[in-house]
């Protein structure tokens, strides 16, 4: 079968076993994902790539993938909080271990997690990094007005996760066509004074930590919902303030439910993130594109 990995040469698609176990999904759609470039950036991989994607079992179910399947047996999957795995990336799909960007994956059963019938299968690879949104607001002061840093897939699905939690929403993005994303979706423009009870940065930059820091209001929370890849320093405004700090970029199976939900009731979030599609032949060009600014490109799909 055909899958997108990173080789000696960049990114291929190349003829690969099929999957021997697990439960068997014939992927529809399979996202391009920020931290993919932080991966190949390290070299050739030796597994498939995607963590963002969904598709049709044997029975014609449409489903999505949690991709992070856990030990089952530490403490927190005891509780069932896989996200708090203690070996949470040994064989996360698309990270450590095949992903979805390919014809064929196997993944256990207990990862599978079924979309409504108006959820199109062209669709289901929005429902990870809706996932880590839903999460993300998961527990947040209620009613509380909210600001999202940052317009990309994870602050738009932070906006559509935090309205739908009965949240007053607020945004702050770089770029024209990222506010008009945002709008669309039911978020106001930032208040340039601050104040806010939350701020969720969905950058993760240091830049936005420390913007983040400057709009929260004293004794506020700021979620973390972008991924800190370089070190990023939390100086002593954190502290004066007496922020809340709640880091999460990953989930449980039940925010995998809750954005399969949210998907298929807010299909704007659909129209404004998805900003282009593409065969699983043409997986060069859509990384291409993804990592390119000036195309515009929000969320890449693509559809082997």
Not at 74 to 89: K, L, V, Y
Request: aromatic share 4%.
């Amino acid at each position: 079968m055909r899958a997108v990995r990173n080789t000696a040469t960049g990114i291929e698609v190349v003829d690969v076993d099929p999957p021997s176990s697990g439960v068997r999904v014939r992927v529809t759609s399979a996202g391009i994902c920020g931290s993919d470039f932080h991966m190949i950036a390290a070299g050739p991989l030796p597994h498939t790539l995607g963590h963002e994607f969904g598709g049709v079992l044997d029975d014609g179910t449409v489903i999505a993938v949690r991709p992070n399947p856990a030990c089952g047996t530490c403490a927190a999957c005891a509780a069932d909080q896989p996200q708090r795995c203690r070996e949470g990336f040994v064989n996360f799909h698309g990270v450590s271990a095949d992903g979805g960007l390919a014809e064929f994956v196997g993944v256990e059963e207990r990862c599978i997690v079924p979309l409504p019938r108006s959820v199109d299968p062209m669709d289901a690879g929005l429902v990870e990094p809706l996932a880590v949104a839903v999460h993300g607001v998961r527990g947040l002061p209620r009613h509380a007005r909210v600001l999202v840093l940052g317009a990309g897939p994870i602050g738009l699905c932070a906006i559509a996760a935090a309205l739908d939690a009965g949240h007053a929403v607020d945004v702050r993005a770089r770029g024209a066509a990222r506010e008009e994303a945002a709008r669309r979706l039911g978020a106001g423009p930032a208040r340039d004074e601050g104040g806010y009870a939350v701020v969720v940065d969905a950058a993760g930059t240091e830049s936005s930590a420390s913007a983040a820091v400057d709009l929260v209001a004293p004794g506020g929370t700021v979620a973390m919902l972008g991924t800190w890849w370089d070190p990023t320093p939390l100086d002593t405004r954190w502290q004066l303030k007496e922020v809340t700090l709640v880091p999460r970029i990953t989930y449980g199976h039940e925010d995998f439910l809750g954005a399969a939900a949210l998907l298929a009731s807010v299909p704007a979030l659909r129209e404004v993130m998805v900003t282009h599609r593409f065969s699983l032949e043409d997986a060069a060009t859509a990384f291409r594109t993804a990592a390119d600014r000036s195309t515009g490109a929000i969320k890449v799909l693509l559809h082997p």
